[in-house]
């Protein structure tokens, strides 16, 4: 952390790294009741995954109002080489591998500003950029998947305070969801085997509008009204 300035302004860098790998084995047999032949299904993997992020977060306290700002940086590998066996009492082998790759970059921007507006009253507003390019390659297929994005997240938020009556907020946030990892890679999981889950490497985020009335007071009692409207990015 430093601090510049004559008003204590401060500034904040902030680094962070982490690597996993992640070696996976599973076998799974169903035994029919009737005369069909036992099944299994056979699988083991391996995952490495990697993710980097760096920020630089300011805190500007000025008389007509408390800024805050930054940007970020966030570079995530996923890497994963996975093989399958589906085998029965014959002897019958059918073998599937898949080699996927896929790497998300993300660079963004955020400023807030907020101030005590008079009469009980506090509001907060900030827009935030985010920009980014995903990666899928399947290996095995020879496959390329690729997109880039860029969206501003603004945000509101008002509150009025008072001791005897209690207080009322009222807010309105955008919002992004990702797809998670495992939702993106193709290859088949089996959780039985007759049953599987695979992943999209062409999943879109979802982006969420989100409002919110709520009030505190009067002996604890609390009430929120909440909305959140989902659509894809």
Do not use: C
């Amino acid at each position: 952390d430093w601090t510049f300035g004559t008003k204590g302004e401060a500034m904040q860098l902030t680094y962070n790294y982490f690597n996993r790998h992640s070696p996976t084995l599973s076998d799974i047999t169903t035994a029919y009741s009737d005369s069909q032949e036992d099944y299994g299904v056979s699988e083991n993997g391996k995952t490495n995954y990697r993710f980097h992020s760096g920020k630089a977060d300011f805190k500007l306290p000025y008389s007509w109002a408390q800024l805050e700002a930054g940007i970020a940086y966030t570079d995530i590998l996923n890497s994963s080489d996975n093989f399958l066996n589906q085998t029965t009492e014959s002897s019958s082998t059918k073998t599937e591998s898949n080699a996927f790759d896929y790497s998300e970059r993300i660079a963004a921007a955020y400023l807030t500003a907020s101030r005590n507006l008079g009469a009980g009253f506090w509001g907060k507003v900030g827009l935030r950029y985010e920009y980014t390019f995903t990666k899928g390659i399947q290996r095995s297929m020879d496959k390329v998947d690729r997109d880039k994005y860029g969206h501003l997240f603004p945000s509101i938020n008002l509150s009025w305070n008072k001791d005897r009556i209690g207080s009322f907020n009222i807010s309105y946030s955008l919002g992004m969801g990702r797809p998670n990892l495992w939702e993106l890679n193709p290859f088949k999981y089996y959780s039985t085997t007759d049953e599987y889950a695979a992943g999209n490497p062409a999943l879109k985020p979802t982006i969420y509008n989100n409002a919110e009335i709520n009030y505190y007071g009067l002996g604890g009692l609390y009430a929120v009204l909440y909305i959140s409207l989902a659509s894809d990015a």
